[in-house]
């Protein structure tokens, strides 16, 4: 090759990778534009994001551009609550995903999922399109694919309360994933698996999938919000034994975690529980603090504010301000169960409390009477009262017949009974070693 011919090669060259950079460039402007035009027009911006994303692409020049068209035409759709639309569009893309590397596709797809995740009452139809993208995935050969999508879908089962489904399909999934020995996935359905059994109860294989996530999980770099989802987990489980202090230190990790990823959803759930905690440890004042430092103002909400009118109930000790936060606050405290079941037992523990300060000087009274002092129903307190008297934290009976409340005395308990038991248990075996010496002797 000439010195005039290599010249005129780079020149090319040049021209070629210029041409690239200003295509790039254009179409990074153009979604600038449309981004502005979504306060205006809606219809308008979905059209042109469209034919961005449907534009020629044969050498992979503006992949990361249609990308991000794809990203905000998601994220349009799932600010206006255009569920169904969303769903046909991401089921359009398929075409697009056939032209890119399968990880990029993993990515994207995740992604979308997400942004589907944000619009609310719609885990049926995520199920059912998990379910058509699965088999989509099995018909182009994406096992990768498959499986995140699998374990986003045992995610959604197990919001929607179908445990028996949810627990089969992971159950299968984390024998299929242990095979190709991916990690990162693993720790993701582990986590899931404890979610899972945690709901039906079975804490002892909560904590022993969880201890499989933590296992996976060590062997690999685990990304921060990966190690926070870990974190809350285990202070969930901490939580459900009673154990309040280190439940505390676990969803503090888990703060800070989703915090420096920027994941201020599950970072403002984690500040929720580190709250709860404190108000079920009788810490009241530190939830005030903490609602006051510059973490807590940063994820103030309605969320926060129904946690601090919960702290105030339970520092003035009133059955009442509790019913009327659960009243007021009804969207945010019902839709997550551990703050749901956590301020019922504050609620039933306070009512407990006041129930046996008011019976305290009597010796026999009227349930309406005790009704009437405490100002809740009488069929409420006389459940109550009997239920307490089963569970031993109240030494009486109901009399059926006049509606009374009989309450005895504590007998302080006899412990000779107890001590001339244990002095002739002792005796015995040694009467049973004399007597095995006395045939050794013999014999």
């Known amino acids: ?42 219809e308008e911006a979905i059209k042109r994001y469209k034919s961005i994303i449907a534009l020629a ?49 993993a990515k994207i797809l995740k992604e979308l999922l997400n942004i589907f995740g944000r619009i609310p009452d719609t885990e049926k139809l995520q199920a059912e399109f998990c379910k058509d993208t699965i088999l989509w995935c099995e018909k182009e050969g994406r096992s990768f694919l498959k499986q995140r999508v699998q374990a986003r ?10 445990y028996k489904d949810a627990l089969a399909l992971i159950s299968k999934l984390v024998k299929d ?41 060590n062997a690999i770099y685990c990304p921060p919000s ?45 500040l929720k529980y580190m709250l709860m905690v404190k108000i079920m440890t ?42 009327d936060v659960k009243e007021k606050f009804a969207n945010e405290l019902s839709k997550d169960w551990f703050i749901s079941a956590h301020l019922d037992a504050l609620q039933d523990n306070l009512l407990v409390q006041n129930l046996l300060r008011i019976i305290e000087p009597f010796s026999r009274v009227e349930i309406a009477h005790v009704a009437s002092l405490i100002d809740l129903p009488r069929t409420q307190i006389e459940a109550k009262l009997s239920e307490m008297v089963l569970e031993k934290k109240l030494n009486g009976i109901l009399d059926q017949g006049s509606g009374d409340l009989i309450v005895f005395d504590e007998v302080p308990e006899d412990k000779t009974f107890k001590a001339g038991l244990e002095t002739l248990a002792e005796l015995n075996n040694v009467v049973d070693k004399l007597s095995a010496k006395a045939r050794r002797a013999v014999a």
């Open 1 to 42: 090759i000439q010195p005039r011919q290599l010249d005129s090669l780079a020149t090319m060259m040049e021209v070629e990778v210029e041409h690239k950079d200003s295509k790039a460039e254009l179409l990074q402007k153009k979604l600038e534009d449309i981004r502005a035009l979504e306060e205006t027009d809606v």
């Open 226 to 270: 990966l190690q926070a989802e870990i974190d809350i987990q285990s202070g969930v489980l901490c939580s459900e034994e009673g154990d309040y202090k280190t439940a505390y230190s676990y969803f503090f990790e888990g703060f800070e975690g989703f915090d420096s990823s920027k994941n201020v959803v599950k970072a403002a759930k984690c």
């Open 57 to 105: 692409d044969e050498e992979g020049e503006i992949v990361s551009e249609k990308t991000s068209a794809i990203y905000a035409l998601g994220e349009l759709y799932a600010q206006k609550g255009r569920h169904q639309d969303l769903r046909n569009f991401i089921v359009d893309t398929r075409s697009f995903f056939s032209t890119i590397a399968k990880a990029k596709t």
């Open 282 to 323: 009788n810490q009241s004042a530190d939830v005030y603090n903490l609602i006051n430092t510059k973490v807590g103002v940063k994820y103030a909400g309605k969320e926060i504010e129904a946690i601090k009118a919960i702290a105030d109930a339970h520092k003035k000790r009133s059955i009442h301000k509790f019913a």
């Open 153 to 162: 879908l045992a995610s959604l089962l197990l919001g929607m309360q179908q």
């Open 177 to 217: 994933v242990k095979k190709i020995d991916d990690k990162i996935l693993l720790v993701e359905i582990s986590i899931i698996e404890s979610r899972i059994h945690l709901a039906l109860k079975n804490s002892p294989k909560a904590k022993g999938s969880l201890t499989a996530a933590r296992s996976a999980a």
